[in-house]
């Protein structure tokens, strides 16, 4: 059976193995490899043939793991496709081999996904035991002495983030049904790892109690030409190997992405900014839209006409700030390098498809 998605513990599997066997720092309690291990296993290390996986945060990625290395939880914070969910699998891989033990957050979440619940069958046959009793990634992580990740901690109810406020403080948590053993008391190395989109902030912003909790880290975009191409050519190499790499193309739909976030070309002329957010996560969707297409209609070869399509139906043609935009851009900028570039003249012959 083919698996989609692949744990990143098992991806880097014999990265990590590399860096526990070449071992030399002090490991802090609970952790399978040092910090300055962790800092090569996420931002790579040449000499021991360890890849990048983060690009342009490295400043972020140092003070997130030295904050691990204390008592206070990590909170990444950001807009949507700036890699916090990746970042928080990442050390979460790196410092306890394990990116599974998760709460997602949403309206729906509750005290027993933060805290315990029971199995019903074995409650009613022997009333309240540890046998009977089903533990949250955050009671597990607790009594491992693990990391657990919190995703979009501002998408779940109110009473829920209170909750976390105690256990975070006190490191332990009571199970007043158990007449023994109804403490579960934190071992070194547990620690949480939250993210928060800024875009959903008012959802249900934290409390400032709770805020005090987290060293708070922003992931911004990369907002590199350079980098973010070698970002797309890496995350759609990934997807799959045979998927079609055209570095004009790439060039292209990275360009326009850097300048439209930004509201300036390259050659400094101001431009609108649309409400969409263009995010490198964005980027590589639509260019491995374009390149899934390539390879299955246009014997893998890149046709201008369908990146273009592609590049504006990712707009939300229902937001008159990101049509009015679309279009601005494609006067002032794309008509311009059309008259000596052919992929640009290609691009800006689709504008008629901007409603």
């Not at 533990?135 to 209170?162: A, N």
């Not at 004009?248 to 101001?270: A, C, H, P, Y």
Request: charged letters at 30%; hydrophobic letters at 40%.
């Amino acid at each position: 059976m083919e698996i989609q998605k692949l744990p990143v513990e098992r991806i880097y599997e014999d990265e990590i193995k590399k860096l526990i066997e070449n071992e030399t720092e002090i490991c802090p309690l609970g952790w399978q490899m040092s910090p300055k291990s962790v800092r090569k296993f996420i931002l790579g290390d040449d000499e021991l043939e360890i890849s990048k996986k983060i690009y342009g945060n490295d400043k972020v990625v140092e003070r997130s793991i030295v904050t691990l290395a204390t008592n206070r939880g990590l909170l990444l914070i950001g807009v949507p496709g700036t890699a916090k969910t990746m970042l928080s699998e990442l050390l979460s891989v790196a410092i306890c081999n394990n990116s599974l033990n998760t709460i997602q957050g949403n309206a729906g979440t509750s005290e027993a996904d933060l805290k315990y619940s029971w199995n019903y069958a074995l409650l009613i046959a022997n009333g309240p035991s540890e046998k009977s009793l089903i533990k949250s990634p955050v009671m597990k992580s607790m009594m491992d002495g693990t990391l657990v990740r919190f995703e979009e901690i501002t998408r779940t109810p109110q009473e829920v983030q209170d909750m976390l406020i105690s256990i975070m403080s006190d490191k332990v948590m009571m199970i007043p049904e158990l007449c023994e053993n109804n403490y579960v008391f934190a071992k070194e190395g547990f620690n949480i790892i939250a993210t928060a989109n800024t875009l959903d902030k008012g959802v249900n912003e934290m409390s400032s109690a709770l805020k005090r909790r987290f060293n708070i880290e922003v992931v911004n975009p990369v907002n590199n030409i350079k980098i973010e191409k070698e970002i797309v050519k890496n995350q759609v190499k990934k997807v799959e190997d045979d998927i079609v790499i055209d570095e004009d193309v790439i060039d292209m739909l990275t360009t326009v992405f850097v300048e439209m976030r930004n509201g300036q070309s390259v050659d400094g002329k101001k431009i609108e900014k649309p409400t969409k957010n263009l995010s490198t996560a964005e980027l590589v969707n639509v260019y491995h839209e374009c390149a899934v297409y390539a390879k299955f209609f246009n014997d893998s070869i890149m046709n201008i006409k369908s990146v273009s399509q592609n590049l504006i139906n990712s707009f939300d043609f229902e937001d008159d700030a990101d049509v009015s935009a679309l279009r601005y851009y494609f006067e002032k900028v794309v008509k311009e390098r059309a008259k000596n570039s052919e992929i640009y003249s290609e691009l800006y012959k689709s504008r008629v498809k901007i409603r």
